[in-house]
């Protein structure tokens, strides 16, 4: 091939290239992890102080605190518990509002296992649900001095 | 020299690509992965957002040029990739565009003689409905015509 012909080929594959330069393009990858997100909002304060003649101490109510939650899956679920035992004699229970079409298993005592609080959580965002705590003590308990629980809420994937 | 007739072909070509003045556009690459990972207890999915991609655009003796953009295919139900590009200087950015399948308007009224390079940035958002969508990719085609 002569040099005139590679110079002929060469200007219509420029020309070429010049018409089809009016277009570009990208790859875009992208992709959705799982997400499962709760918070909790409160710091409850509990002391039993009284108790009705001939009866148990009477047991003392947290309400008013909240706690929110985000998942995109299917079946996830709420669980708590406490870093150490409670003092011999006493309980602290704790019950968790549902989101939408989720369901509370109500008041659960809480220990160092891990309890179910809500199950069935799908694919939703919810905040200020209802979150309450209740402290009980037998006579037996005795006197106990001021001491704290973290209560640690997870939130467990679903599908 | 003797002018061959493929020669005279060949010099007729380039001197009328040159008078007719084809825009000419290209990207600096692709982004990396758009990835929703997170939320805020209680509120919905964070946006991934890359901006790190450009494109230049030399509109040469076009006036009244535009840019319009499409992917080839539909995204998953629940996710949303949008586009904004920079305007050139006395262009009009549309600004946010959700792409799909049908070329829309990302850039108007870019004027002849344009030649700059502007950046791009994509969003990918989704709903919790969703739900886990593994990785995947569409080509995004981006084409400047006549139009305003």
Not at chain 1, 79 to 96: D, E, R
Not at chain 2, 61 to 81: C, E, H, S, Y
Not at chain 2, 110 to 126: M, Q
Request: charged share 10%; no cysteine.
């Amino acid at each position: 091939m002569n040099a005139n012909k590679l110079f002929a080929l060469a200007a219509l594959a420029l020309a070429a290239n010049a018409a089809q330069a009016q277009t570009a393009q990208q790859t875009v990858t992208f992709q959705v992890d799982a997400i499962n997100q709760i918070s909790v909002a409160g710091t409850p304060s509990l002391s039993i102080t009284t108790a009705v003649a001939g009866s148990a101490p009477t047991a003392v109510t947290s309400t008013g605190h909240t706690w929110a939650v985000t998942t995109n899956q299917t079946g996830a679920k709420i669980t708590a518990s406490i870093a150490s035992a409670m003092p011999t004699g006493l309980t602290l229970s704790a019950t968790m509002g549902a989101p939408s079409g989720a369901t509370s298993a109500g008041q659960k005592s809480l220990g160092t296992t891990a309890v179910d609080m809500v199950t069935g959580i799908t694919k939703l965002n919810a905040t200020g649900l209802s979150l309450s705590y209740q402290l009980d003590a037998t006579a037996a308990a005795g006197v106990v001095s001021s001491s704290t629980r973290v209560v640690t809420y997870t939130i467990t994937a679903g599908v | 020299m003797r002018m061959q007739s493929w020669m005279l072909v060949a010099i007729a070509l380039l001197g009328a690509t040159r008078e007719s003045g084809a825009q000419f556009l290209s990207v600096s690459g692709s982004p990396s992965v758009l990835r929703v990972q997170s939320a805020t207890p209680g509120g919905t999915p964070a946006p991934a957002t890359n901006g790190s991609t450009t494109y230049t655009i030399d509109t040469d003796n076009n006036k009244n040029q535009k840019i319009v953009g499409r992917i080839n295919a539909n995204m998953p139900d629940g996710v949303t990739l949008t586009v904004t590009l920079q305007a050139p200087g006395g262009a009009i950015s549309v600004g946010a565009v959700m792409l799909t399948t049908t070329s829309k308007d990302l850039v108007t009224s870019i004027e002849k003689n344009t030649l700059t390079t502007r950046s791009i940035t994509y969003e990918v958002s989704a709903t919790l409905q969703a739900g886990v969508v593994a990785s995947q990719s569409r080509t995004v085609t981006m084409t400047v015509i006549t139009g305003t």
